[in-house]
């Protein structure tokens, strides 16, 4: 019976203690709600009318909304949400923050108030967040106060009041939940901590996918770390069991990863280096801005680390409550575990590379960044490495707790003897206690949270008129204008009415008001943003147009919503080109106006695209297994642009087709531009044969909405292969010159007269040469269009830019005819392009026209040594010669200068012949080229113009002593025909025989 009595009183006691437990648990609970209150202060105050800000609050907001109608009305189709029509799984463009929406379901049904609904979940992130690290750490200290303050340290971390507008990395709250079931599991193997563990860590991989992978992470290293050290505890069965918790956490994970996946292997959603680059901070900024207002919790860490273990056993915390607690570590090792963790978390926060500051940088120093990267999949889909710092900052919480325990036992035991200390102790503890609060809490409120800020949303009755009369139509697809890309920025223009703009940032505006009435966007924005976006917001741009709206009518858009107020805030100068060009389209019809807020429907139109014609080209070498670029070039001879969804599959078929008969083919998606109104390239990127050889190459259509085409070329595969230039769908259609002809100094004034056939996404540079006859350049200017104030990459399809240049033709430049050439190319890496014609046929040089450089001269100014007029046909005359010596000796030049005059315009080039002849009719020198050395030929003279040609005769060297003379003519080349004299005593002869009498004198 005593021992029956003694067993209640036990348990009572126990049951007690425990009701004693959740009483102060809950006061902890309570403790944190109200610092929240207080470190969100004003916001604390608007809960149902306004954010934090509206930027990424606003991106969260409509996420968890759109989870929560979705699960309400059409739960099977939780990805696919109202932006980005019409690409699928478009929540996946960022986190899904699902167990907060399961959370927010209730609040949503009943209060029809998204901010309400947002800002409970936005507090919710810092109480939870506080209270499971105090969890976790009453678990490892056996201290509740050190526990609450772990819990400050956590959840109103620098780290946490930088990103308030990102719930997403707010809602850390499973992460020590997750660690501490597991510790729980390992240390009693009990089937419900184990499926908490998995619970919990399932509620983290689905509120953020970045925490995901860090909790993951954290798992790994304390399973690795716990291995280590109770090597001896490793069973079959153990791990068996953690496989088989794992393998559940997969089952519940996977269904809500395999979007995200999708959108990876679709949309190409990886990071590449340098982006991670951008976005990894200094060591600098990391231990200003995140560590040093935190001081004193890093000092209470350190505290955790150093300080020895007092009046524990080495398996954890005394039992409690006349219950065993079973660690699986003691407080030592998990004092060096959350060490590392901390460490560890710092560590990948740099990022790939080590950079302690601005000028001190070691980009060849490769951090644990970088391994994760290269071989762990995932980690290419994160743009961030500083979120690492979560892992530190939870580190620094646990070892805080570790701390302030240690040093209360270590002060516990310098006044063990003292009886007076011992009587006031209670109060000293109390003292001590809220003066380490304070060394926490202050430092937070005055540099880390004093930033808050309140921005009021309209809802309810101040809901603009427009979105209200939207929620009233059936489900349609719309698009508002301006876009929300052109809106990142606060407004430049003041004054602003702030119920039509928002003073902070407007990108978001679109996406918050879509949460009342839900219709289909093509526009947006997320973590990720479809690459083809691009296109459309660049199209949108110059809307109304024809291209604009075959753009929308392509992509089955009803409604066209234009915000005036939004207009002149941000594209001031295109609201008046809008209002004046919207009624010369008859495709849009006006539909309501609600204020500055207009709605036009959009006349359907059916895609016709029996106007595309496809030509090809294959370049005809490349280099062995490498990319090699074909080009598919789309001409468009309709009277209205083609369009195409960027979620139609364009696709070919590739065939290298070897001399022996063996092929190898490839089935290629190709990205066909949204919109083709004259032309569009489309590049097709496959990899060469690695044999080098004669290759064929076949491309042929296979799915989308090109026409039937195969295109078929030999390709020469070799080492040292040069690179093809690039086709872009510009056309020179026609060029000026100032002056039919120039004068060595002159200034050459050329205009280029360019069309654009299709978008130019870059920026190219012209490039005007003077090129002699062998290729020599004797001038050149290059430049962007128009003196670089008209950019190629904002021409618009169809528009025609007049472009001019100028050259300087050099003075020392003598008589000719020169060729003048115009191309494109690409300024970043001087890569050649080829322009195309008005039918996408290649131009393989985008001009090539010749220039007439002569001085200009009478006959009557001329001095001419031995005049003439001798009439060659009816085509030219020679008025006369010079030459510089009348006596050479042998091997020794002389200069001879004709001076002809054109009769009349000629179609042929005639070659002149200088010949040296001797007495008995031998040939001993002579110089035959058509006029000017081939510069000037004689089918560019002007009838009446005069050429001085200049020619120089060397004597052979054994050519013997005597008396020579000169004869001179012109031929045809192709025929050697030469033409007559037709005047004077030699009329008929086939030569002109000059009457100076030449000399050559043997020395």
């Not at 167990?99 to 998204?114: E, R």
């Not at 901070?281 to 990391?286: H, K, S």
């Not at 070897?658 to 190898?664: R, V």
Request: aromatic letters at 12%.
């Amino acid at each position: 019976m005593n021992e029956e009595r003694d067993l209640g009183r036990k348990l009572n006691k126990q049951s007690s203690s425990l009701a004693h437990a959740a009483n102060v648990d809950l006061l902890a609970l309570l403790g944190f709600s109200l610092l929240t209150l207080l470190m969100i202060y004003p916001l604390s105050l608007h809960l149902a009318e306004a954010l934090q800000d509206t930027s990424d609050s606003l991106l969260n907001l409509w996420i968890t909304n759109w989870q929560a109608h979705r699960l309400l009305t059409s739960p099977l189709q939780l990805f696919d949400t109202n932006i980005f029509y019409p690409y699928p799984n478009t929540l996946a463009y960022s986190e899904i923050l699902f167990p907060n929406v399961l959370l927010s379901v209730p609040i949503f049904a009943l209060a029809d108030n998204p901010i309400l609904t947002y800002n409970l979940m936005f507090l919710l992130s810092f109480i939870l967040s506080a209270f499971s690290l105090y969890l976790l750490a009453y678990r490892l200290s056996g201290n509740r106060y050190a526990a609450f303050v772990a819990g400050l340290v956590f959840a109103f971390s620098p780290y946490r009041a930088g990103h308030l507008s990102q719930l997403q990395l707010l809602t850390m709250q499973w992460m020590p939940l997750t660690l501490l079931y597991l510790d729980r599991y390992l240390g009693r193997r009990r089937t419900k901590d184990g499926l908490l563990f998995c619970t919990f860590f399932t509620a983290q991989c689905l509120s953020s996918f970045y925490y995901a992978f860090y909790t993951g992470l954290a798992v790994g290293l304390y399973l690795l770390y716990y291995f280590v050290l109770r090597w001896r505890k490793i069973s079959l069965s153990l791990i068996l069991k953690l496989a088989l918790l794992g393998g559940l956490i997969a089952v519940l994970v996977i269904p809500f990863a395999l979007p995200y996946f999708q959108v990876s292997r679709d949309l190409g959603m990886e990071r590449t280096l340098s982006e991670l680059v951008a976005f990894s901070p200094r060591l600098r900024t990391l231990l200003k801005g995140y560590l040093l207002p935190g001081l004193a919790a890093l000092v209470l860490a350190l505290l955790g680390f150093f300080l020895p273990e007092r009046g524990q056993n080495p398996s954890g915390v005394p039992a409690r409550g006349g219950f065993a607690i079973h660690h699986s570590l003691s407080r030592r090792e998990n004092a060096v575990f959350y060490l590392i963790l901390a460490l560890f978390g710092l560590a990948m926060a740099l990022g790939p590379t080590l950079r302690v500051s601005k000028s001190l940088e070691w980009p060849a120093f490769p951090m644990p960044y970088r391994f994760f990267f290269d071989y762990f999949p995932g980690f290419k889909a994160m743009r961030a490495p500083s979120r690492f710092f979560s892992l530190t900052t939870l580190g620094l919480g646990v070892l805080a707790a570790l701390g302030i325990t240690s040093l209360e036992k270590a002060l516990v035991s310098l006044v063990r003897y003292s009886l007076f200390t011992i009587r006031y102790w209670t109060g000293w503890q109390w003292a001590w206690r809220g003066g380490i609060f304070l060394l926490v809490l202050y430092p937070l409120l005055l540099r880390s949270w004093a930033h808050v800020e309140v921005a009021f949303i309209e809802r309810g009755d101040r809901l603009p008129p427009v979105y209200r009369w939207l929620a009233q139509q059936p489900p349609t697809v719309i698009v508002e204008l301006p876009l929300a890309f052109r809106m990142a920025d606060p407004p430049s223009l003041e004054p602003i009415d702030p119920d039509q703009v928002w003073p902070t940032y407007n990108l978001f505006r679109y996406q918050y008001f879509s949460t009342y009435h839900w219709q289909e966007s093509i526009d947006g924005y997320s973590g990720f943003v479809p690459p083809r976006h691009g296109e459309i917001d660049w199209e949108m741009v110059h809307f109304p147009s024809e291209r604009a709206i075959s753009l929308l009518q392509g992509l089955d858009v009803e409604y066209v919503v234009l915000h005036e107020a939004l207009y002149r805030a941000y594209q001031p100068e295109r609201w008046p080109e809008v209002q004046e060009t919207l009624p010369t389209f008859g495709e849009l019809t006006l539909v309501e106006r609600f204020g500055q807020d207009v709605v036009y429907r959009v006349q359907p139109r059916a895609q016709t695209r029996d106007a595309l014609t496809v030509k090809g080209f294959l370049p005809l070498q490349t280099v062995p297994a490498e990319d090699y670029t074909a080009y598919l070039l789309v001409a468009n001879s309709g009277p209205r642009s083609c369009v195409v969804k960027p979620t139609e599959e364009v696709s070919v078929m590739t065939t290298w087709r070897a001399s022996n008969g063996e092929s190898t083919s490839q089935r290629i998606a190709v990205e066909m531009p949204l919109v083709t109104s004259g032309a569009s390239v489309v590049p097709v990127s496959l990899l060469s044969p690695a044999t080098p050889g004669e290759y064929h190459l076949l491309v042929n259509a296979t799915a989308g909405p090109l026409p039937s085409f195969s295109l078929e070329r030999p390709v020469l595969v070799s080492e040292g292969a040069e690179k093809a230039a690039e086709p872009v769908p510009v056309w020179l259609y026609d060029y000026s010159l100032d002056q039919d002809k120039y004068v060595p100094g002159d200034t050459l004034r050329l205009t280029l007269l360019w069309e654009a056939l299709g978008r130019l996404v870059e920026d190219y540079s012209v490039s005007v040469k003077l090129l002699d006859v062998d290729g020599a350049v004797l001038a050149q200017q290059d430049s962007g269009p128009q003196g670089g104030q008209h950019p190629t990459s904002r021409w618009r399809p169809g528009e025609r830019i007049a472009d001019r240049h100028e050259l300087k033709i050099p003075l020392d430049i003598p008589l000719g005819q020169y060729q003048l050439q115009v191309s494109l190319y690409r300024p970043t890496d001087l890569s050649r392009l080829i322009t195309l014609d008005e039918e996408a046929t290649l131009m393989e040089e985008s001009l090539s026209a010749w220039v007439k450089v002569k001085p200009h001269f009478e006959s009557g100014q001329l001095a001419i040594q031995h005049p003439l007029q001798v009439n060659l046909g009816d085509q030219v005359t020679l008025l006369g010669y010079d030459v510089s010596l009348e006596a050479v000796q042998p091997g020794q030049s002389l200069d001879l200068t004709l001076y002809w005059q054109a009769r009349r315009e000629m179609s042929e080039d005639y070659t002149v012949f200088t010949h040296l002849v001797a007495a008995d009719g031998r040939i001993v020198a002579q110089q035959d080229n058509q006029p000017a050395e081939g510069r000037y030929p004689t089918s560019i003279w002007d009838t009446g113009e005069i050429v001085v040609d200049r020619y120089r005769l060397t004597t052979a060297a054994d050519a013997p002593g005597g008396e020579y003379h000169l004869e001179v003519g012109m031929y045809l080349l192709s025929t050697l025909e030469r033409l007559k004299v037709a005047s004077g005593d030699e009329k008929g002869q086939d030569r002109i025989r000059l009457d100076l009498v030449f000399e050559v004198v043997i020395p």
